[in-house]
């Protein structure tokens, strides 16, 4: 929803406020989704290696920082700058979550209906599905998905999710549920708060943080790409929900703070 | 235009009146031009190799770390940066568009009168060769142009060009149709879908963005560099139409929406 | 505090105002010294070598580089964003320090009270215990602490972190004591003194910038993580202080000027 | 000059109304060009070695990549946010020019007295020197100053000295002279001038921008490091007096552009 498009035009006019409610952010949730996976999946590595455990042993510091820079630097910075860009182009238009751990949020802080969950989660899959599929057609190779080996810690790469993706979902809140908040790099600090998490979780193995995202690769793709897909869902939408209860309950602003309401 | 200067001034001294519609835009659409060329012509890589095919087959993690680096991060945050800072410089002087493709969508939008389309592409044409000729000058050699090999997949680097540089019309359409757009890091946003675009067309040959740019590069050096390079003033041109259209239609504000006169 | 909460609220509640006072600021203290250590604990190099000494003999182009990127861009950029991020994030809701040495410096310039100093720092410390804990329980391995060796220039490091921790302060300041300050992208400037101050220190072994964050990693290494680490709390903090009497008394507001009080 | 401190308080205490012109300006320029210098003198590579006229021959890609991440990203990163930080740290405080080259421009523009551009530049000169003083003690090294070697092409050196120091200008005088600028990214955008301008002097070997912040290290390490100094501060100083004319001519805005007072 718009400050541009005035309430009372929407009440004059019952086909133009369903366009507003329900066209308009559907649109913008594929849309968006589509965006963040074409542009992931397109800038990804052709054959992206997973050095993460080599790393642990014997290894130059040229191979090393290759890794670093090739699996850690770039995508931190394209999906982080990527989250940023579609939150700052979308803005006047639609609050756009791409990111079904982040309406998993917005349904607790009560920002989203519950009756538009499941559609914005269907629109975010649809998208990144096309995402993945046109970056497929154009590259004309698989495009890798994320892969959670066999061997990986699984709890720890739970963990991290419910972390990093719960931070991402703090940020959201802080900035749509303060309604005084006006600090001009808020959004970009949304974005780099996947900068942050695709780091953090690198190491390890973990950093997905947007399930929807890599669903789309990963039905293309197949096979060993669903191994634990499961967890990427359960430890990013727990995350969305345990953080968005910490921040509604200390930190929002006193009027909608829960443990005020006591 | 500028909100400094008053339309009454104008109005007063129809001299100044041209200068401030005429002159001033046209005079920021060669400057900007010349910079972005100038800018990316002067920091590109001496040899320019391009790596993506091989990098296919069998490369080094290291080997590939460097073409991503010099090949991928730094064009890709030099133009993006660029984009942006043009932007803002000229942000109280004029609504620079430095691009043919984005001046196409302006047209379509009706934020530039068709008269003033082939004035403003001439002006950019001419800024790029100034810019890419200076650059020759100082460097002592050819600059690299922006090359499509023959083998290449023409049809993927075409809907590439498509979608990338209609991107970038979607972000200057949302930062000036939208009166209401108040994003501090909006230009910043707009500039860095250049950065999506070039790592986007990265591994398929793609990434052009911008005819004009690579137009005056093009006609120093010559012979090859004329291969196919209607496919990127076509692609691009293209993507500033279609997503135009598509901002218009959907996405613009109520009272401009395409979609809500009908 | 927060414009949004009304002190009219606070007056007629004083369990509301301890909570605001006392409670928010210290979880934010905890909750983003935890945040800035464990982002920073997780993205570390698993093996995390220290080149600098071997750097200044004979080492290749690409070593030299390696090194440079993986121990001096990445971290400065990843802990400068932490900043930046942690400070924006929690824009209202509390004026977050995470950092002993500045918490010194808001005592100096009056906007910390010394009764909450103490409990500020136990309650960064605990934070970043903690997040040093679980970055170590996640990865399964020790997190690398900010090692000192017994062969370092350690005069060298003291007056290097007092300068770079006290120009964090400066910064810190100036956009907190002066109400007039407006800049939007001043506490990404903020954030940024970290990355200049860990780019700085890098070639002699300095670029703490904040004890408590440091203190986490060392108590879960021991030994040798605790060698000349009184440096780090010495130095960081005397540039705090220092920087807090050059900003307070030459360039703060007229109205708080100490130079103008005589 | 800050709006924080009304007119009316200066007019009644003759020794306040001094402080703010005269002291806190000139402590500014010192302390600015200080930290600008000793920033970079810090941060630069211990042995920094000449690449680029080497790779123009024969050069493996990763030394190539080598070479443009140490000499090329790194430097254009680091001062490029140095310019920024300090412009946005000292906004309520003083314009802050450190740089010879921008005083000029400002004195052409009117926003500098002829009376204060010798007080300037000497601060300039000073802060550097310490700043370069100060990093070659704490490094124990000679801080590697700003070579123009004797077979470089010094015209291409000068031209593109002209060029890339006058965008500054550019810039700076944007955002100064336009009284309703108000783009939150425009001091960004300055800095980031200085990121372009680096890059595209890489391979000239080309970049200095600010001839006094190289004076400080030129003098300490003496010899070949005067080669063509000169070259330096009449290219910068020359690029920072015609942007001056050209945007005061046409850009300014239309109360103070040149052009329209014939």
Redesign the interface.
């Known amino acids: 929803m ?4 005035s309430s009372l ?1 929407r009440k004059e006019c019952p086909r ?1 406020a369903l ?2 409610s329900f ?2 952010p559907l ?2 949730e594929f849309f968006t989704t589509f ?1 963040h996976t ?2 992931g999946s ?2 990804g ?3 992206s ?1 997973t ?1 993460y455990k080599q ?2 042993t014997t290894v130059t ?10 699996s ?3 995508p931190a ?2 999906a982080g ?2 989250v ?2 579609l939150i ?6 639609s609050v756009v979550h791409f990111n079904p751990a982040i309406s998993v949020g917005f349904v607790v802080s009560g920002d989203l209906s519950w009756t538009m969950f499941v559609p914005y989660v269907i629109m975010q899959c649809l998208g990144a599905i096309l995402g993945a599929f ?1 970056a497929q ?5 698989t495009i890798t998905p994320f892969y959670i080996n066999d061997d990986a ?1 699984i709890v ?1 790469i739970f ?2 999710e419910v ?1 990093t993706t719960g ?1 991402i979902m ?2 959201a809140l ?1 900035t749509v549920v ?4 006006d ?7 949304i974005g ?2 996947v ?2 998490g695709i ?6 193995g973990a950093g997905c943080l947007n399930p929807a995202r890599w669903m789309g690769p990963a039905l293309l793709a197949g096979g060993a790409a669903w191994n634990y897909h499961w967890v990427l869902w359960l430890g990013d939408c727990l995350g969305g929900l345990i953080f968005a209860v910490f921040y509604m309950t ?2 929002a ?3 909608r703070a829960w ?2 309401k006591f």
């Open positions: 718009t400050d541009s498009k035009d133009r366009f507003y066209f308009v649109l913008a965006l074409f542009w397109m800038a590595s052709p054959s290696p050095y790393l642990n510091p040229q191979e090393w920082a290759a890794d670093y820079l090739v850690g630097l770039m910075l394209q700058f990527s940023w860009m700052v182009g979308f803005f006047k238009i046109i057609e154009l590259r004309g190779e810690n720890a963990f991290c972390i931070v703090f940020y802080v303060d309604k005084t908040y600090q001009a790099t808020g959004p970009l600090a780099m708060t900068f942050q780091l953090a979780g690198k190491w390890i200390f930190f602003p006193a009027d443990i005020l």
